[in-house]
């Protein structure tokens, strides 16, 4: 169960639950994760992780080309890739471009990523301002690993490849 607790208007969440990263030995073997967000235009919405087991982190590439923070200089890397589908629907806010809104409230199916193994299972937001949780087949709650953390929010129906 959430807890929620507000402190001078500010929500206080309950914290994520993690882990340390396995021993080498014990990491999996999916070395890639691919997709696209739409594949009906230009492949600069492909993206990229590609998994280094040594390190045990995932290194992002964007259209082709490593995804560059600019603050560092260095390639965007994350122990946790966390990739939830959600409904897609078009903003109407008169934008060129087409902006678009994800509906992130609620719940769906997600993949998750860690360790060089693939977690299949659900994502819940119960609302606008509580954060977004993950979990197993089973139901049970996620436990990250320690570090830097990627959700990815794709359309449903979008395919995954790894």
Do not use: C
């Not at 993206?47 to 603050?71: A, E």
């Not at 390639?75 to 902006?99: L, R």
């Not at 609620?106 to 993950?134: C, M, N, Y």
Request: aromatic content about 12%; cysteine-free.
């Amino acid at each position: 169960m959430l807890m929620k607790m507000v402190f001078l208007g500010i929500k206080i969440f309950k914290k994520w639950l993690f882990k340390d990263d396995v021993k080498i030995d014990q990491r999996g073997s999916i070395a890639k994760i691919d997709f696209s967000f739409w594949d009906n235009l230009a492949s600069d919405f492909n993206v990229v992780w590609n998994y280094d087991k040594n390190n045990n982190q995932y290194l992002r590439v964007n259209g082709g080309k490593p995804h560059i923070d600019k603050n560092t200089g260095k390639q965007i890397s994350a122990k946790n890739v966390m990739i939830v589908f959600a409904k897609e629907s078009p903003a109407n806010d008169g934008y060129e471009g087409g902006h678009l809104l994800y509906k992130i409230v609620g719940s769906g199916e997600g993949l998750f990523f860690q360790d060089g193994k693939v977690i299949k299972g659900t994502w819940k937001k119960t609302d606008e301002e509580s954060q977004i949780r993950f979990y197993d087949e089973a139901g049970n709650e996620i436990s990250l690993v320690r570090g830097p953390i990627w959700v990815e929010i794709l359309p449903i129906g979008n395919k995954v490849n790894y």
